[in-house]
């Protein structure tokens, strides 16, 4: 029985180091620890840390992970992944949240935990798409890319900054 580690985070600019500490402190060793950069959107089978973890796992391993949801984002991708590790005889382990899926309650709680966790990212999305809504009736317009000048109508580009025509007059 080997004890493997999953780490994931979205972006390149935020830390996995909580959690490979985590992982570490529960005994895994940092050369078992299997890490994905890369956004939640994206199901467990696309991920290439994800896609190594499943293909090396075997039966009697246990996978650690510091929270449940780093195993997906939503209640689907979650399940699916603890599917795929139950069907190979893989345990599962989460440090933070105290959820052993090999419990009747405990797959209660990852059932509750995921719902809430994707409630939550609905609401983001109805929020961002209301902040959308509320920029395009007040006349401004994006790029539609990450760092990509927002522009009302009547801003006029100066030395690669928008500048509003009335804050000259």
Same mark, same amino acid.
């Given at each position: ?16 180091? $909580?959690?490979? /500490?985590?992982? #570490? ?12 950069? @890369? =956004? &939640? ?42 599917? $795929?590790?139950? /069907?190979?005889? #893989? ?12 419990? @009747? =309650? &405990? ?48 801003? #006029? ?13």
């Amino acid at each position: 029985m080997r004890l493997l580690g999953y780490t994931r985070v979205s972006t390149a600019s935020q830390d996995a180091q $909580l959690q490979l /500490d985590a992982l #570490v402190d529960s005994g895994v060793q940092k050369r078992d620890v299997f890490a994905d950069v @890369t =956004s &939640g959107s994206r199901s467990a089978i696309e991920r290439p840390g994800m896609k190594r973890l499943l293909d090396y796992v075997e039966s009697g391993d246990t996978v650690v992970v510091w929270r449940i949801d780093r195993l997906g984002r939503s209640l689907i991708d979650v399940l699916n992944t603890l599917n $795929l590790l139950r /069907d190979k005889g #893989v345990k599962i382990r989460s440090l933070s949240d105290g959820i052993d899926p090999e419990t @009747t =309650s &405990g797959r209660l709680m990852l059932g509750m935990l995921a719902t809430l966790a994707e409630y939550e990212r609905e609401l983001i999305t109805e929020r961002v798409n209301a902040g959308i809504a509320a920029a395009k009736q007040s006349g401004t317009r994006c790029q539609g890319t990450a760092g990509s000048p927002c522009v009302r109508s009547g801003d #006029v580009p100066v030395g690669g900054q928008f500048i509003s025509l009335s804050a000259v007059s």
